[in-house]
């Protein structure tokens, strides 16, 4: 039983000025001789008792000396390596020394800097998400400029974060500020700098080259140093707890239409976090005048590659195809890309170009390269099913050419439809193909209507020696009176 500090000074004061005896304080106080003893400093004393060694002692020096070299180092992978090493002890004891002996961090002091107008703007990316494209789903990315005095936003949605996608939305929020900074901050993405080396840095050619044109100096953060950027970052954390939070994304155009309502009529009229009393679209008014002037010629950022073009017809590009006319099958062309438009370049001239599709494994198709293709076809395939059909109806090349854009088995139609030319002949078929020409349908079920309305018009009978086959002998119908059912009655 632990004696507090008050029965402590008691059994002091009776026994050194009362001069009690030790029984007599025992036996009033309640308390064990030995405890009266302990108190007043009488008891014989213990021989030290020998400590035993931990089994981690050996290591000691080890761990000591692999934490230094490497602080951060996770205690359960120094266990690992005391293992190979003849450690028989536990997990937990090696956990526990470890969080005695790891060299606290210092806190870093930072200097903290505020940009001349039109001196410095940072970039940065933040992932959104999958959206929805055709064919499956694409990842989906803000863009954020920001310039470093003012803080005026420019965000924008993309799709590609590559070197060339990056050119594009720099040059865009060139036009958006009204000129460019003397310097564009970046961080170590891949579609900025190609490889680095302590502080030498190559980057990449397109960039390169863009920031020529607007005479800008490219910069690059230390590496693990997100607050070099800070301001891009607030930005970001900004938009995604004012902008993102509680709105769904439903397409690219979409976003990008709602974030510029977003950026002009929210972010830029907030106030200035730092100059207080002031808006940052008035900072912004002042830096604009600082800005260096855009190229009057906009920038080519265009993707430019060779491209090898299939057997088909196609081009590709991510993962779409693209059509070209049929006569450059097999051949290599030049494929010209930005966010919209995708040519096909030969030599100086352009031989097919498409809107830009941003789904996946998608077919895009234009009409004349797809007729050309099935001309030489329908050319080279004379005394077919098919060249029967057009020799008894000229117009069925329509109906043709729609089964082949429609990607729909062209053999299997052809068969049916042949059945069709046999059983009415060629008079009816052909009047009924010129109907569904005119009527735009290209469905074998409302052809064979369309056969059965022209023959019932032309009060025609039905062929059944074709249907019913030729082990039938008795074909023919022959009429009687039917008034022999009435007297039946």
Known sequence: MTLTSEREADIRRLYFAEHWRIGTIAAQLGQHHDAIKRVLGLLPARAPRSRRERLIEPYVAFITETLAQYPRLRASRIFDMLKARGYAGSLRTVRKHVAEVRPSRSQEAFVQLEPLKGEQSQVDWAYVGKVAVPGGERALWIFVMVLSHSRVIFAEFVFDIGAHGLCRSLVRAADFFGGSTRRWLFDNAKAVVIERYGDAARFHAALVELSGQYRVQLRLCQVRKANQKGKVERAIRYLRERFLAGRTIHSIDQGNREMRI???????????????????????????????????????????????????????????????????????????????????????????????????????????????????????????????????????????????????????????????????????????????????????????????????GRLRPMPLDITLGGHINDRDVIPHDLEKYDACR
């Open 262 to 456: 977003f950026l002009d009529e929210i972010a830029n009229c907030r106030p200035h976090p730092t100059l207080h009393g002031r808006s940052v679209a008035d900072c912004w008014s002042e830096e604009r005048r600082a800005l260096l002037p855009v190229p009057e010629t906009s920038p080519c950022t265009d993707l430019v590659i060779p491209v090898s073009i299939d057997r088909y017809a196609n081009g590709r590009l991510d993962t779409n195809r693209y059509s070209v006319p049929p006569a450059y099958a097999g051949r290599t062309l030049t494929l010209a890309a930005s966010d919209n438009i995708v040519r096909f370049i030969d030599g100086t001239k352009v031989i097919a170009q498409h809107s830009r599709c941003w789904g996946r494994h998608q077919l895009c198709e234009k009409q004349e390269h797809r007729r050309e293709l099935l001309r030489q076809k329908h050319q080279a395939m004379d005394g077919t099913g098919r060249t029967r059909l057009i020799a008894a109806s000229p117009a069925i090349e329509t109906l043709l050419e729609r089964w082949v854009l429609e990607g729909r088995n062209l053999g299997n139609l052809v068969a049916r439809t042949l059945k069709l030319l046999d059983l009415y002949g060629q008079e009816v078929f052909a009047e009924a193909i010129g109907e569904a020409v005119q009527r735009k349908t290209a469905d074998l079920g409302a052809l064979a209507l369309l056969c059965e309305q022209q023959r019932r």
